[in-house]
């Protein structure tokens, strides 16, 4: 194995059914799920994206599918690194709302102006809908060189929607002027194939339901355990068939999400340590440079190795409907050592499709390519099923197991806070010793005789411009 370093990798995170629902179309014609099967492109490295329509005429644009956000937003303005924009000058639809909107993700951010218009998605459900819609007018690391998406499609719920959760959500919006099931689905094909690569690897996004050709075997689900992110809740973690023994709230600290928006499979720090010393000891390599753990090498082997069998499987559980059994999603490490596309002529370089977290477990493109997953809002469930194109060289690289009891775990392994944490326990006095400040000083104001306050004049006024109110985070 040859170490190089990773810099020609860049790893971009933006940034998380009713079986009766399973039909290829709908009396009304809206829903054809069959027409929505490989209506997405793109890679794990960079993201998958949908073709949309927007404006009047249409301007065609690729738009990002990402689960953990909740704004629809396009470039509103050349920038280097989109090869189009949304031009809304020439749309005569479109119609501005003149509010300020500003979104950070994990990596990059932008800054918008919120308004509204048509779209049509070629491959997606029937007809036009009136869309609130965010022209970016102002990014940083949010587009990156080379990605041939131009927009985002946040899929999340309203309540990680900016400014505010007022802002009616993409999905809301098709429930409720095309009446489709509020459930969607979507499969990423990327398993074994080049990360940032050509950018043509199939996907589906399936507005409105499930489509059956996208799946083998049983659809499993687990509780959505809050309406923002698509929060789910995490049992324990296996590398190789050997349970890691963490307490099970570390691996929910400080939540567990599916976001699709995310390239990697992240780890909160404690358990991502667990697992690279879980992987190292079970791969049948006695010496490994630290670096390729943590993303800053790849390792390379010769053109006519497969390193994979060098690997363990990894195994996450998830609390089942029922809360006394669970179910294991497992990927095999064509799934999480991923081949880098183009270094070297006689070496393939890999890199570890892992990475640590200060602030979630997040289940991201890594995992997601090994399956066909369901987001039933109706039902407040997330569901996973074997996706048949995880296959490499014919050979699957991803299983769904169960039922397993959960006697073994806590009955609720998600802790609102996570007072163990010693940072939050400074935080927390800290802002009750500024509290308490601030009210002292309150105090003494009042005290005060009137003559002795100060007159405020029209500059001593604090103004929007400056208000931190208007630039409220994700």
């Known amino acids: 194995v040859v170490l190089r370093p990773a810099s020609d990798s860049r790893q971009q995170d933006p940034l998380g059914g009713a079986d009766g629902l399973a039909l290829a179309s709908d009396p009304g014609g809206t829903l054809n799920f069959l027409a929505m099967v490989e209506n997405l492109q793109g890679d794990s490295g960079r993201g998958y994206y949908l073709e949309m329509l927007i404006g009047t005429p249409p301007q065609a644009l690729n738009i990002l599918v990402d689960t953990g956000s909740s704004n629809f937003a396009v470039a509103g303005v050349p920038d280097p690194d989109v090869t189009s924009y949304f031009n809304a000058e020439l749309s005569s639809t479109y119609k501005s709302q003149g509010i300020d909107v500003t979104v950070k993700y994990s990596q990059g951010s932008w800054t918008g102006v919120l308004g509204t218009d048509v779209i049509t998605i070629p491959k997606g459900i029937y007809g036009s809908y009136t869309i609130n819609i965010a022209t970016i007018l102002e990014s940083e690391n949010f587009f990156l060189p080379g990605v041939k998406w131009h927009g985002i499609l946040g899929l999340a719920y309203d309540a990680l929607a900016k400014p505010s959760s007022s802002v009616e959500t993409f999905f809301d919006s098709l429930v409720r002027q095309a009446k489709i099931p509020n459930i969607f689905s979507l499969q990423m094909c990327g398993a074994g194939l080049p990360v940032s690569g050509s950018g043509t690897n199939g996907g589906s996004l399936v ?141 393939q370089c890999y890199r570890f499709g892992i990475s640590s977290s200060t602030n979630a477990l997040v289940i991201g493109a890594t995992v997601m390519e090994g399956f066909y997953v369901v987001f039933d809002r109706a039902q407040r469930r997330v569901g996973f099923a074997v996706s048949p194109c995880a296959e490499v060289d014919g050979s699957p690289v991803s299983e769904i197991e169960g039922p397993f009891t959960t006697a073994d775990v806590a009955s609720n392994c998600v802790s609102s806070v996570s007072f163990h944490e010693p940072v939050l326990w400074i935080a927390s006095y800290a802002l009750m010793s500024l509290c308490g400040i601030i009210l002292l000083v309150l105090i003494i104001l009042l005290l005060i005789p009137p003559r002795c306050q100060h007159r405020y004049t029209d500059n001593d006024v604090v103004n929007d411009e400056s208000s931190l109110v208007r630039h409220r985070w994700k």
């Open 207 to 347: 507005l409105g339901g499930i489509e059956p050709s996208l799946y083998t075997g049983d659809i499993w689900y687990t509780p959505i355990k809050e309406e923002w992110y698509y929060q789910v809740e995490v049992l324990k973690l296996e590398v190789g068939g050997q349970n890691l023994e963490l307490d099970c709230r570390e691996y929910n600290a400080d939540k567990a999400i599916v976001d699709s928006g995310t390239t990697l499979l992240r780890l909160p720090q404690k358990v991502f340590s667990a697992v690279v010393q879980a992987i190292a000891r079970a791969s049948l390599i006695q010496e490994f440079s630290s670096g390729f753990w943590t993303g800053s090498q790849l390792a390379c082997w010769d053109n006519s190795e497969r390193p994979w069998s060098l690997f363990p499987k990894l195994s996450i559980y998830l609390r089942d409907e029922n809360s006394s059994r669970s179910f294991r999603i497992s990927i095999l490490p064509q799934l999480y050592i991923q081949p880098i596309l183009g270094i070297g002529e006689n070496l």
